[in-house]
Antibody
Framework: EVQLVESGGGLVQPGGSLRLSCSASGFIFSSYTIHWVRQAPGKGLEYVSGISRSGGSTDYADSVKGRFTISRDNSKNTLYLQMSSLRIEDTAVYYC?????????WGLGTLVTVSS | QAVVTQEPSLTVSPGGTVTLTCASSTGAVTSGHYPYWFQQKPGQAPRTLIYDASSKHSWTPARFSGSLLGGKAALTLSGAQPEDEADYYCLLSFSGWVFGGGTKLTVL
């Protein structure tokens, strides 16, 4: 069974940093591009970032470019999102996501709250 | 960056039919955008209903169908049930993923 388990969320002050992790199981992690998608409270889904199978290619939404860094460790089946210079508008549930055979698999998400 | 637009809210009567649409600011939505439709209920992660515009999964209720209609992706619900009340999101692929703003569907 495919499982994506996000962790690392919490309360952080504006300007602070946080690192999210996503532990994957039930599929060949290194074979898939993996993404982060977020959802602010009461709002819609927003694409954040994605990383290729090898980690050699990454992309970012304009809203996080230069502040967030996505990475992966295929030996640990783990995806990361290093977030810095956090803003109040970064408050959201962050989901780890990948697509395979017509399905998009989602984790349960981890809540990041940016507040003073 | 493309903007993907959905109806913010729609209401359907129980047993009724409703169509949700997904439009792109760059022009017509095509099969090359690999349209997805997701259903999200409060407190839950989204669930895939439709992929590649019209393909269903084994868990997709038969009353849901997807299509390309008038330059947009469309999700049609025929015979709405109370449990279909949820938020629905489309996803289009350009050079990257872009989500629509979502449609809040009320069954009333």
């Amino acid at each position: 069974e495919v499982q994506l388990v996000e962790s690392g969320g919490g309360l952080v002050q504006p300007g602070g940093s946080l690192r999210l992790s996503c532990s994957a199981s039930g599929f060949i992690f290194s074979s898939y591009t993996i993404h982060w998608v977020r959802q602010a409270p009461g709002k819609g889904l927003e694409y954040v970032s994605g990383i290729s199978r090898s980690g050699g290619s990454t992309d970012y939404a304009d809203s996080v470019k230069g502040r967030f860094t996505i990475s992966r460790d295929n030996s640990k089946n783990t995806l990361y999102l290093q977030m810095s210079s956090l803003r109040i508008e970064d408050t959201a549930v962050y989901y780890c996501v990948f697509q395979s055979n017509g399905n998009v698999y989602w984790g349960l998400g981890t809540l990041v709250t940016v507040s003073s | 960056q493309a903007v993907v637009t959905q109806e913010p809210s729609l209401t359907v009567s129980p047993g009724g039919t409703v169509t949700l649409t997904c439009a792109s600011s760059t022009g017509a939505v095509t099969s090359g955008h690999y349209p997805y439709w997701f259903q999200q209920k409060p407190g839950q992660a989204p669930r895939t209903l439709i992929y590649d515009a019209s393909s269903k999964h084994s868990w997709t209720p038969a009353r849901f169908s997807g299509s390309l209609l008038g330059g947009k992706a469309a999700l049609t619900l025929s015979g709405a049930q109370p449990e279909d009340e949820a938020d629905y999101y489309c996803l289009l692929s350009f050079s990257g993923w872009v989500f629509g703003g979502g449609t809040k569907l009320t069954v009333l």
